[in-house]
């Protein structure tokens, strides 16, 4: 091991760097929001009700699509909230799990 390294070069970072992660968040973002725009869009404007001749929406299809981002924002935060949910208390378990496995020796 040299402890006196002479190098000029910067330490690398061990994780990813703040533009990496931006960048990952960024693309995620723009997936989900093409999901639920895809989705949303699916389900209530439809070619055989709305032929597309007309440039606005209707009122019955705006409040459809205003219900579905709804619907679809708050199943997303539920299934978020859940994961964590899980998440932690699996982590909690191992952390016991490991206690008594490493207090056993």
Known sequence: MDFFKTSAEPPQPSGP???DVAKTDAWQY???FQ???VSCFK???SAQ???YNEGDM???EMQCVDRCVAKYVETKKQLLETHNRVHTAAQTQAEVQKGLVG???
């Open 43 to 45: 389900k209530c404007v």
């Open 30 to 32: 723009q997936d989900e």
């Open 49 to 51: 009700k709305h032929p």
């Open 103 to 105: 207090g056993a020796k």
């Open 58 to 60: 209707s009122l019955g």
């Open 17 to 19: 760097s703040a533009f």
């Open 35 to 37: 999901r639920l725009s």
